[in-house]
C-alpha cells in the first residue's frame, strides 16, 4: 500500500471541555491522529469512509462517536473494568474505536458483515496496538442467538446503520438486563418515537431518553435516542437475519 501523509487533525481541546467537559489525554490525541492517517491510507484502496477531511473527521467521527457516550466521560464510575461494548455495523470503525482508545480498561466488540472492512480495522488496531477490540465478521440477527453473546453486553452503539425499530431488534438481545443501546440518528420525530417505543417495549426494553444537539464545527442536528434493557428479550428476537428489516416491528 502507498505511504500517504495525511495532514494533522486540528486541535480541538478547548471545544471538547467546553462542550463535553472533557478532554483527551496527549496519548488519546497522538491515537486519533494515527488511526486518521490509517483510515486515509486504507480508504486507497477500500471505502471505509468519505469523510477524510481533517476537522470533518474530528467532528463527525471522533467528537460524534464521544458525545453519544458523554455521560460516561464524566461519571466514570459507571464504568467498571471489563464493561463490555458492542459496535454494530461498525462500518470505518467509529463509534466503537474512538471507544476503545478513551476507554481501555473495557472490551469493544466490532461488528460488521463486510469482511474486507473487518480485515482493515484488524490491521489498522495491530498498527495502534489496541488490543481491547474484538473485529467480528457477522450479522446482529445471528449474533443475537448465539449463547456466548446473547444478553452479554453492557452498552450496543449502532450508528446509521438502519431505522429505528430495526437497530432495536439488532441491539437489545445482546444486551444484559439493565445494559443500555445507544441508537445515534441525525433528525428525530415524534412520529418516529411512537414507532420505537412499541417495538422497544416487545423486545424486553423502555426508551429512556432522546437527547437532541447540534455539532460544534457545523452545526449539524443529531440526537441519541438511549434505550434500557428491563427485561429478558423474548425468544423469537432477533428475527431471522433480513427479517427485521424487512419486516420492522
Same mark, same amino acid.
Given at each position: 500500500?502507498?505511504?500517504?501523509?495525511?495532514?494533522?487533525?486540528?486541535d480541538?481541546n478547548a471545544?471538547w471541555?467546553?462542550?463535553l !467537559?472533557w478532554q483527551?489525554? @496527549?496519548e488519546?490525541?497522538?491515537?486519533f491522529?494515527q488511526?486518521?492517517?490509517l483510515?486515509?491510507?486504507? !480508504?486507497?484502496q477500500?471505502?471505509?469512509?468519505?469523510?477524510?477531511? @481533517?476537522?470533518?473527521?474530528w467532528?463527525k467521527h471522533?467528537?460524534d462517536?464521544?458525545?453519544?457516550?458523554?455521560f460516561l466521560?464524566?461519571?466514570k !464510575?459507571?464504568?467498571? =473494568?471489563?464493561?463490555?461494548f458492542?459496535d454494530?455495523g461498525?462500518?470505518?470503525?467509529?463509534p466503537?474505536?474512538?471507544?476503545?482508545?478513551?476507554? #481501555?480498561?473495557?472490551s469493544?466488540t466490532?461488528l460488521?458483515?463486510?469482511?474486507?472492512?473487518?480485515?482493515? %480495522?484488524?490491521?489498522?488496531?495491530?498498527?495502534?496496538?489496541?488490543?481491547?477490540?474484538?473485529p467480528w465478521?457477522g450479522?446482529?440477527e445471528a449474533?443475537?442467538q448465539?449463547?456466548?453473546h446473547?444478553?452479554s453486553?453492557d452498552?450496543?452503539?449502532l450508528?446509521?446503520?438502519?431505522p #429505528?425499530?430495526?437497530?432495536?431488534?439488532y441491539? %437489545? #438481545?445482546l444486551l444484559?438486563?439493565g445494559?443500555t443501546?445507544?441508537?445515534?440518528?441525525?433528525?428525530?420525530?415524534p412520529e418516529?418515537?411512537?414507532?420505537?417505543?412499541s417495538?422497544?417495549?416487545?423486545?424486553?426494553?423502555?426508551l429512556?431518553?432522546?437527547d437532541?444537539?447540534?455539532?460544534?464545527?457545523t452545526?449539524?442536528?443529531?440526537?441519541?435516542?438511549?434505550?434500557?434493557?428491563v427485561? =429478558?428479550?423474548?425468544?423469537?428476537?432477533?428475527r431471522?437475519?433480513g427479517? #427485521?428489516?424487512?419486516? @420492522?416491528?
Amino acid at each position: 500500500m502507498n505511504q500517504i501523509s495525511a495532514p494533522q487533525l486540528p486541535d480541538m481541546n478547548a471545544v471538547w471541555q467546553e462542550t463535553l !467537559n472533557w478532554q483527551p489525554t @496527549p496519548e488519546q490525541q497522538v491515537l486519533f491522529q494515527q488511526l486518521f492517517e490509517l483510515i486515509i491510507q486504507f !480508504n486507497q484502496q477500500l471505502n471505509l469512509t468519505r469523510i477524510t477531511e @481533517p476537522q470533518e473527521f474530528w467532528e463527525k467521527h471522533l467528537w460524534d462517536s464521544l458525545r453519544g457516550i458523554s455521560f460516561l466521560l464524566s461519571e466514570k !464510575n459507571l464504568l467498571s =473494568p471489563g464493561t463490555k461494548f458492542i459496535d454494530i455495523g461498525t462500518g470505518g470503525g467509529f463509534p466503537g474505536i474512538a471507544l476503545a482508545i478513551i476507554f #481501555p480498561e473495557s472490551s469493544v466488540t466490532l461488528l460488521d458483515s463486510t469482511r474486507k472492512k473487518i480485515t482493515a %480495522l484488524t490491521t489498522i488496531l495491530e498498527e495502534l496496538k489496541i488490543n481491547n477490540t474484538i473485529p467480528w465478521v457477522g450479522r446482529a440477527e445471528a449474533l443475537g442467538q448465539h449463547p456466548k453473546h446473547r444478553e452479554s453486553y453492557d452498552f450496543a452503539l449502532l450508528r446509521a446503520v438502519a431505522p #429505528p425499530s430495526v437497530s432495536a431488534e439488532y441491539a %437489545l #438481545p445482546l444486551l444484559k438486563v439493565g445494559g443500555t443501546a445507544i441508537l445515534y440518528r441525525g433528525h428525530w420525530t415524534p412520529e418516529e418515537e411512537q414507532q420505537l417505543i412499541s417495538a422497544v417495549k416487545q423486545l424486553g426494553g423502555v426508551l429512556e431518553s432522546v437527547d437532541g444537539f447540534t455539532t460544534p464545527l457545523t452545526q449539524s442536528i443529531r440526537h441519541c435516542l438511549y434505550l434500557k434493557k428491563v427485561r =429478558p428479550t423474548a425468544k423469537q428476537y432477533p428475527r431471522a437475519i433480513g427479517i #427485521p428489516g424487512q419486516k @420492522p416491528l
